[in-house]
């Protein structure tokens, strides 16, 4: 990654950042739900997942075969429904409004502009998200801009990164955010003709943080797990063992290095550093 790319991080205090985080894994709950409901399912479920579009500052889903897509510009918290050129056809600030009515929104936004009907609402999927009071329809707060101005720089830093990373792999998967998780990531799997429980992987990503890291963190891990005794000293960032085994820099150990030039030089060599020794570890070399 050119570092004149790199967007600097640190300018908000981590321990402020978790409330934008979480309003921001809500409200990408919308954007999902246009994939999951407008799009044919795949057996991966990755026709829920998100891609970061540089010219919008958004997280947007795929596009229906009319070309139209979703998306949420994160420094705003401001959703968007775009046409097949990524023109803004209709927009709503999610910002004093609820999860509900963001749905609604959408609904009614396609509704005029799609070129077809869905066949059942926009909705929330199934599966255990972490607690925050838009859950219950408290309505989105942009009380701290600054914050999601933040997480905005922490996405276009990933999709740079990550795609400077997995342009060197043909067996990278396409760089895409997972709205379960919220994380960014490409996965390289190194071993096509067996199951995904069988094969070899390394994957690659940004975590805006969970509830094992309550900020921002690159990570590398790989499967299957070596034992932990075999793990070397990293020069940049350090080894999760505990649930998972991957390489860790977070935002704390980031943030030190100064400039945003440093910044982008430390990332790299944490990727570099990491990926070589996962790939080592599985004996494994990716084309």
């Known amino acids: 990654m050119s570092t004149n790319l790199w967007k600097a991080v640190g300018n908000v205090p981590v321990s402020n950042l978790s409330d934008a985080r979480l309003q921001l894994h809500w409200a990408a709950q919308i954007v999902a739900s246009f994939g999951n409901t407008l799009i044919e399912s795949r057996p991966d479920d990755s026709q829920s997942n998100l891609g970061w579009e540089d ?60 070129s077809s009907q869905p066949k059942h609402p926009f909705a929330l999927r199934e599966y255990e998200m972490p607690a925050h009071p838009v859950q219950q329809n408290a309505p989105f707060s942009l009380g701290a801009p600054a914050s999601f101005q933040e997480y905005q720089h922490w996405y276009a830093n990933a999709h740079h990164v990550l795609h ?57 891990n790989l499967w299957p797990y070596p034992n932990s005794s075999q793990l070397p000293t990293m020069a940049v960032g ?50």
């Open 55 to 114: 010219g919008l500052n958004a997280l947007c889903s795929h596009p229906t075969p009319a070309g139209i897509r979703a998306g949420l510009r994160l420094a705003d918290l401001t959703l968007l429904l775009l046409d097949a050129k990524q023109n803004v056809m209709s927009k709503f600030a999610l910002t004093g409004n609820t999860l509900q009515q963001g749905f609604d929104w959408l609904a009614s936004s396609y509704s005029t502009r799609g």
């Open 164 to 220: 400077g990373l997995s342009d060197n792999w043909k067996q990278a998967s396409p760089i895409r955010c997972w709205p379960h998780h919220f994380d960014i990531a490409t996965l390289v799997i190194l071993d096509s003709n067996k199951s995904a429980e069988e094969a070899r992987s390394v994957g690659c990503g940004m975590s805006p943080g969970d509830s094992t890291y309550a900020e921002p963190y690159w990570y590398v």
């Open 238 to 287: 350090h080894w999760h063992t505990e649930g998972w085994i991957g390489a860790i820099l977070t935002a704390t150990e980031l943030i030190g290095s100064g400039s945003a030039e440093t910044q982008a030089q430390k990332v790299s060599q944490f990727f570099n550093d990491a990926t070589q020794i996962c790939f080592s570890l599985l004996g494994a070399h990716p084309s």
